[in-house]
């Protein structure tokens, strides 16, 4: 069965930094695109990035861009988000999530595979 295994998550101080991975089992990770979206407490899951099967195309949600890096490296079926100058409101649960297609999406209704999800917490 395929499965979306996301790392990395903790306690981190504004300012700081982070990096999730997503570890793909099966062709899933390297067949497809995928994105990063994150859910906080009383509030809608929404995009965070995505990037292509081939890693050329990429694209962030408004309030992380310039801050936040997907990549991915299909040889290990792993996808990362590194994220920089972190702040209190990046606070969430963030998952990991494959696409059904293999070009770039920032729809939530372009994904049907979900990982577990891991928290981030970014302290004042």
């Known amino acids: 069965q395929v499965q979306l295994v996301e790392s990395g998550g903790g306690l981190v101080q504004a300012g700081g930094s982070l990096r999730l991975s997503c570890a793909a089992s099966?062709?899933?990770?390297?067949?497809?695109?995928m994105g990063w979206f994150r859910q906080a407490p009383g509030k809608e899951r929404e995009f965070v990035a995505g990037?292509?099967?081939?890693?050329?195309?990429?694209g962030y949600g408004d309030s992380v861009k310039g801050r936040f890096t997907i990549s991915r490296d299909n040889a290990t079926n792993t996808v990362y988000l590194q994220m920089n100058s972190l702040k209190p409101e990046n606070t969430a649960v963030y998952y990991c999530?494959?696409?059904?297609?293999?070009?770039?999406?920032?729809?939530?209704?372009?994904?049907?595979?979900w990982g577990q999800g891991t928290q981030v917490t970014v302290s004042s």
């Open positions: 099966g062709r899933t990770g390297s067949s497809v695109a």
């Open positions: 999530a494959a696409a059904r297609e293999t070009y770039y999406s920032d729809s939530r209704s372009s994904f049907n595979l």
């Open positions: 990037i292509s099967r081939s890693g050329v195309t990429t």
